[in-house]
């Protein structure tokens, strides 16, 4: 069928309860609840193409997707009854039509995931919002040196788990972690913003940095780790609850990240 337009959405989703964004066979997954309800509204056989996908149990506060349709006449009621009847763990909160030549994952120049740490001595009732650290307190100023040695371009063979796609090189353009204190509570943020991201490198390059400091390891151990190409020298896949994919970027990536920690 040859539909009349294609559509965006921007949506943020809790993936606590997912088996990840891509639709899988007898798995609920964000791709296909949003198809399902693009499905019952639309009337027709909706197929979402995402920016790129997420593993099971992480979340997205921004993710796009793009989709083909017959014309929708009325945007923001169709927005509305979108989200009246998706699930509560899901909601799009942008709907806009878009020229023809667009592709969410083709054209999208950068992401920017941030893995959140509850670093205190006594965990908390929401803690399946990130992980839970209380073997030592973190040094920032050490964990920003181990991540300065992945800024640039690099192969980042040694920080992917699945080796069915033969490229590995990435570009970072920023990564740099922070402290952020709630009442009594000391979370740590580590963000990274990439041009593209390896099959679980994010997660693994976290559980880096905490073999780094719970041992007092040096923080170029990152750089030998990174320069080895080897899976066999990086740590260990760290949980899916602290990730999130926090922004999609389709415009220029140098002011974006003026943002991030303004």
Do not use: W
């Not at 950068?110 to 040094?139: C, G, M, Q």
């Amino acid at each position: 069928m040859l539909f009349q337009a294609k559509y965006i959405i921007c949506f943020e989703f809790f993936g606590e309860n997912f088996y990840g964004s891509q639709r899988q066979p007898d798995k609920r997954t964000v791709q296909g609840e949003l198809e399902k309800a693009l499905c019952t509204l639309t009337k027709d056989k909706i197929s979402l193409f995402f920016s790129g996908r997420t593993d099971a149990k992480v979340s997205a506060k921004f993710q796009v997707a793009h989709f083909n349709s017959n014309k929708i006449e009325n945007i923001g009621k169709f927005l509305y009854s979108l989200n009246c009847i998706l699930p509560e763990d899901v909601k799009v909160f942008e709907l806009k039509e878009v020229d023809k030549t667009f592709h969410a994952q083709k054209d999208a120049k950068y992401k920017h995931y941030r893995y959140t740490i509850l670093n205190d001595h006594v965990a908390s009732v929401f803690e399946k919002n990130y992980l839970f650290y209380p073997h030592k307190k973190l040094n920032i100023e050490r964990i920003n040196q181990s991540l300065s040695y992945l800024i640039g371009h690099h192969d980042f063979k040694a920080f992917k788990t699945r080796c069915d796609n033969p490229y590995n090189d990435c570009i970072i353009y920023y990564a740099k972690a922070s402290n952020n204190k709630n009442n009594r509570q000391n979370f740590i943020f580590i963000d990274i913003v990439g041009n593209r991201f390896l099959y679980n490198m994010v997660r693994t390059i976290v559980g880096q940095i905490l073999l780094i400091e719970r041992h007092d390891l040096s923080p170029d151990t990152m750089e030998r780790v990174l320069k080895s190409k080897d899976r066999q020298q990086a740590a260990n896949v760290i949980d899916a609850q602290g990730l999130t994919l926090e922004y999609v970027g389709y415009d220029d990536v140098d002011s974006y990240i003026q943002t991030i920690n303004s």
